[in-house]
């Protein structure tokens, strides 16, 4: 899919379908006595003769111009798509987002290409020309993305919908950059995002944690300032990472720890350090505490986090951030075999805390806390770890809302505020002292689950708390409900990886200011 913009000029490709945003009066509509009386259509931004070609038309007196609804019509040779919006004045971002993945659904297999009138809704709505852009261009991205590798041809889909032209007639020299800015700034996010959801929909048997580690290197090296260093077997053990070596024991590929960073041009005292982390298990079987099959299913998604975090690292970087970035990727599956590591088994870990492995399914956790313990040498201001850590976090939040935990309220502002402007949701849980004490064992100092499954999100990041370095800000992002099956967002894959919190991130990472 190509989308271009196209500024100051009403002349198209006449063969092109031609989309004309119609909306509705925000006067009107109101309940008189019994019934609600449909609102008037607001066509005031289109020329008098489509005004009245549409009128013409007696199917137009059903159009009600309610989100979603459409009506194509011609006018000489011209095919048109009358695309309604509803109240100009309650559309925001993420409701046009929304409208705009809708509208690609319903245009991708009949029309090769189309040019989206978009003067009307600079004009009525409250979004500003940037606004617009971005967001029909990373909709239009993140809506037509689909994980066709393993289809034949016969399978795969049919869209026929090529090329999208975003025009706007009359748009001044200020306005031009801002959305050729937009338009970039689309392209780098949403691909990114669509990096990640090709990583976790990857198969467990492709996507092992050599090979994941092998694809992100080499994907990295490509990007300009971006070091890349790749930690193996034997380093981790001069690491003294035997936490995470543990989650790797019984299987047959080796771990690998992915370490990224990036330093920009300009370095001052007040260039902030930020620290990602990411959970990169390509396959979670639970080891010998074996999940049930049907929970078994799925678990390629393991690494979600590692593919968060490194989307959101890569996409940062190409924007030129003010931050000094690194990136941690911890990769292993966790399989069963003679070697894997038994339930009751005492290790200790890098920082020096001994735990008390009481569920090998709470792995997640084990190969946080070294990597945790990693990243917090480097002496960043902030960490932040991203990872499909516990199935509590649905149970908790639901499968909508990505958990946050951390020592550090600024920080959770500062996340939400990121989450806010994209509109994804973010939600803060507590750590209390009760859930601290929940992960301390009788026989070492920690276990890795906790008293029992009650808030079990929390209690795991309790447990990850204890491997974070007191003067440094952590935030513990628990996406297991959010990475997968957001079939309530248009703009996500139904079913299969979501690639939600890449764009909060990116957008934290490229805003951050040292506190
Ligand atoms: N990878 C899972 C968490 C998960 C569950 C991710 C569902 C995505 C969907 C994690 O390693 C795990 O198994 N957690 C256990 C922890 C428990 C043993 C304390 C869980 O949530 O059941
Ligand atoms: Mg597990
Ligand atoms: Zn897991």
Known sequence: MKTTLILN???HPNSYMFVLPIFTKSTSGKKTGQKKVPAALDLSHWSKDLKNEFK?????????????????????????????????????????????????????NKYDDAVLLLDGVLDKTNLNIDEIVYTTSESISLTCYGFEKYKSVEAKSKDVLQHIILSFSKVDKSQQSLAKNALKRA???????????????????????????????????????????????????????????????????????????YVPSK?????????????????????????????????????????????????????????????????????????ATFPDSVIKARNGKTVEILNTDAEGRLVLADVLSYACDQKPDVVIDC????????????????????NNDKLCENLKVSANNIREYIWRLPIIDEFRDSVKSEIADLKNVGKNRYGGSCTAAAFLENFVSKDVAWAHLDIAGIATDQTHLPYCPSKGA?????????????????Q
């Open 387 to 406: 990872a499909t850590l516990t199935g509590a976090i649905s149970v908790a939040l639901g499968n909508q809302i990505c958990g946050l935990l951390s």
């Open 187 to 261: 392209d780098i996010i949403s691909s990114s995002v669509n990096l990640a959801r090709d990583f976790v929909f990857e198969a467990p048997n492709i996507l092992d944690s050599e090979n994941f580690a092998k694809e992100v290197a080499s994907d990295a090296k490509k990007i300009k300032g971006v070091k890349v260093k790749v930690l193996k077997k034997e380093h981790l053990k001069k690491e003294k990472m035997k936490l995470f070596l543990s989650v790797n024991a019984g299987s047959s590929k080796d771990p690998n720890l992915v370490h990224l960073s």
């Open 498 to 514: 979501s690639g939600l919190m890449v764009r909060t991130l990116v957008h934290f990472l490229t805003s951050y200011e040292k």
């Open 267 to 339: 370095v001052t005292r007040n260039t902030p350090h930020i620290a990602l982390v990411g959970k990169g298990l390509t396959f979670d079987s639970g080891g010998y505490s074996l999940k049930p099959p049907a929970s078994q299913v799925g678990m390629k998604g393991d690494m979600a986090g590692a593919a968060t975090v490194y989307g959101a690292f890569k996409a940062a970087v190409l924007l030129n951030p003010n931050a000094k970035i690194s990136c941690f990727l911890g990769m292993t599956d966790n399989a069963i075999s003679k070697t």
């Open 56 to 108: 013409a038309i007696n199917a137009s007196k059903h159009f009600k111009g309610n989100n979603g609804d459409t009506l194509t019509f011609t006018k000489g040779k011209n095919t048109y798509l009358g695309f309604g919006l509803g109240d100009a004045k309650q559309i925001d971002g993420e409701t046009f987002r929304r409208e705009i993945s809708k509208l690609y659904k319903a245009i991708k």
């Open 9 to 11: 000029t009403s002349k």
